[in-house]
């Protein structure tokens, strides 16, 4: 380092005569006086009030039917047996009727909703193995430390896929049909591909790479505790569709940030005749192959049915807020006003 100068004085470390370093930089200061912030809230507080009502019009037009099947009905039976560890995993099939009060136009989305599910606990969320669910084969068969204590079954067998957000995968699986007014019911078509984000399916869940078939490639490994099948026969109607690979299981894996929550199961195949315009109006049942227990956690199960705008589902919650918002913000603009009539052009220069 140089040294610096004995003779320099208390100069020696003033910082340079720059416009940046003197602090001498153009700066802009408001002058804020009632003529020019009066305006402002008034001119808030419109657009919050029509942003709100605007959105609320959107949210009107979208429609949603919710219905519990906890322990509904012929569910009730299911319920019990899930109740009973002795019963945990044998089948158990129930059906439930419901009714469309209004046609659900365009596109229709079939969810699956859970209540009181909290997903968002951080040791649930680090309880995977994200090497091993973009198929690398090391970390296939020597899970993350992570997974613990669903790295491995009682036999020393590694778990594909494991930890505890796989583990606990939702496997109920339902059956919709409709019931005309004459004529026989017509079972109603569902997309059950084609329901996960893009850069999942195709960039952070990949099947193992081999030349021999998905249930070889899997071999060595186990099938999570509370599964009642393999990851390789995860949807057996598409073989396309399975391993890690699978819709079901990215769309579950992707964590949810509240207990309450729903994740898409399906969407309606408009190419049938019958539902060309979406899901008519009437009667309707659901078949519901009844695997997932709740009891553990006292949540309940749902199956959402649900219309979308630009703006997405049925929630009014961002609508209620801009109209909130805006009716404070006119209050507190009236407040103002009354405040400078009264006090500001007899008393004091308030604008000083």
């Not at 959107?58 to 569910?75: S, W």
Request: aromatic residues 14%; hydrophobic residues 40%; proline residues 7%.
């Amino acid at each position: 380092m140089g040294k610096v100068r004995a003779d320099a004085g208390p100069f020696a470390r003033r910082p340079d005569n720059s416009a940046f370093k003197q602090q001498r930089l153009p700066a802009w200061s408001p002058s804020l006086t009632p003529y020019t912030v009066l305006p402002v809230f008034y001119f808030l507080a419109l657009v919050c009030v029509l942003l709100g009502v605007w959105l609320l019009i959107t949210v009107q037009n979208t429609h949603q039917l919710k219905i519990d099947y906890t322990d509904a009905g012929a569910c009730a039976t299911c319920a019990e047996m899930r109740n009973d560890p002795t019963k945990a995993k044998m089948n158990c099939d129930c059906v439930i009727n419901f009714n469309v009060p209004k046609t659900f136009q365009g596109d229709v989305f079939i969810y699956y909703g859970l209540i009181n599910f909290h997903q968002n606990l951080r040791r649930y969320i680090k309880s995977r193995d994200d090497d091993q669910l973009v198929g690398r084969k090391n970390s296939l068969k020597s899970p993350s430390s992570y997974c613990e204590p669903f790295a491995y079954d009682e036999n020393a067998v590694p778990i594909a896929p494991c930890g505890a957000v796989a583990n606990s995968m939702f496997n109920d699986s339902f059956t919709l049909t409709y019931h005309p007014p004459a004529g026989a019911a017509v079972n109603v078509p569902l997309y059950r591909k084609g329901i996960t984000w893009y850069t999942d399916k195709n960039v952070k869940f990949r099947n193992p790479s081999t030349n021999t078939t998905l249930q070889q490639a899997f071999q060595g490994t186990a099938q999570p505790p509370f599964w009642q099948k393999p990851v390789y026969e995860l949807d057996l109607d598409h073989p396309n569709n399975n391993g890690f690979i699978n819709d079901d299981l990215i769309v579950w894996m992707r964590e949810a940030a509240f207990p309450n929550f729903k994740k898409l199961y399906g969407i309606l195949n408009r190419a049938h005749t019958t539902f060309s315009y979406g899901l008519p109006e009437g009667n309707y049942s659901i078949a519901i192959n009844y695997n997932f227990p709740v009891q553990y956690f006292q949540g309940r199960k749902e199956v959402v049915l649900s219309t979308v705008s630009w703006f997405g589902g049925q929630n009014h919650f961002l609508p209620i807020a801009y109209l909130v918002s805006g009716g404070l913000i006119f209050i507190v603009a009236i407040v103002l006003t009354a405040v400078y009539v009264k006090v500001g052009r007899s008393g004091k220069n308030m604008e000083e």
